[in-house]
């Protein structure tokens, strides 16, 4: 079954820290993975894509990495902005008896940036 | 270039109504997803669809639910008969292919079934 779980579920820090947020998923036989961005009644907004090939991607302040033996990811948020609080969501898409294209959501860590 | 477009933004139905949800996805977009957030829970896959085809529906309920992206004009989520547990907020995303492009979402549709 293909599963994607996020730890953890929710994390409280002060504004200026460097954090991390794990994702984990079931199957190493993933097409790409993305880190998405949910603010509150909001929509999905997309903030990286690492294809199955790379073993990292960043953007600004953020950083990307795919482990696809130990079928991890790790989303790196340096010197972290009240701004940044958000819901970060991580989604698979698996290369294996799935429609490409078609995510799996793990259901995502709830961050709050305090100033 | 706008972005995937869906309204309405909210969505108040009575049990037993038909709620009809529109996804636009972004110019040059023929690939349309659909997804789920029920209350407390992740996003899951309901259909995927190019124009004029449902690709893969395997994630949507067999019953009182159906989808269409037609040649002309937005991608509908159907809902027939709607009950309680039907309250969700969904999401349609568009790509321009099948795979290793990015989703663009909308800002979805929160259905209310009272």
């Known amino acids: 079954k293909q599963e994607v779980t996020q730890i953890p579920a929710a994390l409280s820090v002060p504004e200026g820290e460097n954090l991390v947020l794990n994702c984990s998923f079931t199957d190493s036989a993933i097409y790409n993975l993305q880190w998405f961005r949910q603010d509150p009644g909001k929509g999905l907004t997309s903030l990286l894509l690492i294809q199955s090939s790379q073993r990292e991607q960043t953007s600004g302040r953020l950083n990307a990495s795919l482990d696809k033996s130990s079928g991890r990811s790790t989303l790196y948020i340096a010197a972290s902005q009240p701004g940044d609080s958000a819901t970060y969501l991580c989604?698979?898409?698996?290369?294996?008896?799935?429609?490409?294209?078609?995510?799996?959501f793990g259901r995502g860590t709830q961050l709050t940036v305090w100033p | 270039n706008a972005g995937v477009m869906q309204n309405p933004r909210h969505l108040v139905r009575r049990r037993g109504q038909e709620a009809r949800l529109r996804c636009s996805p972004m110019?040059?977009?023929?690939?349309v997803y659909w997804y789920r957030q029920l209350p407390e829970e992740g996003l899951k896959f309901m259909v995927y669809l190019q124009k004029e085809n449902i690709i893969d529906e395997s994630g949507m309920p067999k019953e009182r639910f159906s989808a269409e992206f037609p040649k002309e004009g937005p991608s509908i989520l159907r809902i027939q008969q709607v009950v309680r547990g039907d309250s969700a907020a969904y999401f349609c995303a568009s790509s321009p292919s099948a795979a290793g492009s990015p989703l663009h979402f909308g800002n979805g549709t929160r259905l209310t079934v009272t």
């Open positions: 110019k040059g977009h023929s690939h």
């Open positions: 989604a698979v898409s698996f290369d294996r008896g799935s429609t490409l294209g078609r995510l799996y």
